[in-house]
Structure formats: structure tokens, C-alpha cells
């Protein structure tokens, strides 16, 4: 079975400061690993993903996250937070039938 | 293609009644999801399908039922509506032998009183 732990359910940063969202998972198989945003009142946008590839994976809007098997991390990073950062993100991995687990979410908050 | 759709968007339900949350894709995927999302505990699989004619359960299954007669629709029913189904519904898409992620649908809000 698969499980997710997103360390810090709230997260605030200043504008400019480095992001960094942790994520660790458990697996019974090689993991297919997700980070999704969401923005108040809407849906989930992917992203990134890892699917076995490249252990350092790019998304969109300059984040990052690293695939580090030995301690099953997968955390989050951008460089400088910009305010429409500001949203819910949550870490996911794929288990038997592509089905999703996920984390409880952390926000962040980027203050001026 | 429009993707993942689901109707309503809002709906407000009062203990004890029934409704039917709608999903479609038009993507010719095999396997649809419907989450939940409550505050503070991400999202949670309620049921699942691998394709027509084929649903199982998920994480939170009790008080909802599901059916898949074709490829693009996968409605979600709740029988007697209770303030604990008070929660956002997302279905999801993604076709067999995929790398990729699922599709979600844009999500909808219930609250039950």
C-alpha cells in the first residue's frame, strides 16, 4: 500500500525567500510521484511529476523537486517565492489501477 | 475535446435526500476515480473503475454507489445524503498504460444540511 506524509500543514515564506515543501512517501513498487497546486475555490493543476526518469524533475511556474530513493523524499523547491505562489499543495503517488494517494496538503503563504 | 466535465457545480442538499453527481470525459479513457476533498485531509478515493461494466472501491466508499455503463460516464450516487458527505468532488481520468497523470474535472461543491 501506498501513503503519503507532507511535513508542515502550513508553510509561510517571504516574497523572495526559497520554497521548500517536504513530501515523503511509501511504496511497495518503483513509485510514480506527483506534486499538484491548487488555488482557492478551483481545481488541481499538475506540477510535476516523476515517473522514473530524471531524479531532478521540472514543472511549470520554476519549481523543482528531487526523487530521492533513499530516504522516499520527493520535496518541493522553488527559488524565490513569488506572491501568486500563494495556494494548497499536494504531494501524490500512484499505486495498482494508476489510483492516487495523497498527502493532506500544505499551504503557502508569501508575505510582501 | 473538453476533457473531464462534472455537473453540477454547486449543489446544496438537505439530510436524507439523494442526488447523482455527473462525470463524463470524452478522451476514450478506461479508467475513471471520484476523490472527495475535506479541509486539512487532502483528497481521498472513493470509488473507482477500470472500465465499462467494472467499479470497485476505494478508501471512503460507505454511503455512495457507483456505475459505469459506458466509457465516458461515471456518475457517483449518494442515497441518503448525510452533513459527513458535506465535501468537494473531483472525478478523474487517465487511459491504461499511461505515464502521465489523471485529468481531473474542475470539482463539485456539496453541502448537505
Known amino acids: 500500500a501506498q501513503s503519503v506524509t507532507q511535513l508542515g500543514s502550513h508553510v509561510s515564506v517571504s516574497e523572495g525567500a526559497l520554497v521548500l515543501l517536504r513530501c515523503n512517501y511509501s511504496?511497495?513498487?518503483?513509485?510514480?510521484l506527483f506534486w499538484y497546486v491548487q488555488y482557492p475555490n478551483q481545481g488541481l493543476q499538475l506540477l510535476l511529476k516523476?515517473?522514473?526518469?530524471?531524479?531532478l524533475v521540472k514543472g511549470i511556474n520554476g519549481f523543482e523537486a528531487e526523487f530521492k530513493k533513499s530516504e522516499t523524499s520527493f520535496h518541493l523547491t522553488k527559488p524565490s517565492a513569488h506572491m501568486s505562489d500563494a495556494a494548497e499543495y499536494f504531494c501524490?503517488?500512484?499505486?495498482?489501477?494508476?489510483?492516487?494517494?495523497f498527502g493532506k496538503g500544505t499551504l503557502l503563504t508569501v508575505n510582501p | 475535446n473538453a476533457g473531464v466535465t462534472q455537473t453540477p457545480k454547486f449543489r446544496i442538499l438537505k439530510i436524507g435526500q439523494s442526488m447523482t453527481l455527473q462525470c463524463t470525459q470524452d478522451?476514450?479513457?478506461?479508467?475513471m476515480y471520484w476523490y472527495r476533498q475535506d479541509p486539512g485531509m487532502g483528497l481521498k478515493l472513493i470509488y473507482y473503475?477500470?472500465?465499462?461494466?467494472?467499479?470497485d472501491k476505494g478508501e471512503v466508499p460507505n454511503g455512495y454507489n457507483v456505475s459505469r455503463s459506458t466509457t465516458e460516464d461515471f456518475p457517483l450516487r449518494l442515497e441518503l445524503a448525510a452533513p459527513s458527505q458535506t465535501s468537494v468532488y473531483f472525478c478523474?481520468?487517465?487511459?491504461?498504460?499511461?505515464?502521465?497523470?489523471?485529468?481531473f474535472g474542475p470539482g463539485t461543491r456539496l453541502t448537505v444540511l
Open positions: 501524490a503517488v500512484s499505486g495498482s489501477n494508476y489510483k492516487l494517494t
Open positions: 478522451m476514450n479513457h478506461n479508467y
Open positions: 478523474a481520468s487517465i487511459p491504461a498504460g499511461s505515464t502521465d497523470t489523471q485529468y
Open positions: 516523476y515517473t522514473s526518469a530524471a531524479t
Open positions: 511504496s511497495s513498487v518503483p513509485p510514480y
Open positions: 473503475s477500470v472500465g465499462a461494466g467494472i467499479t
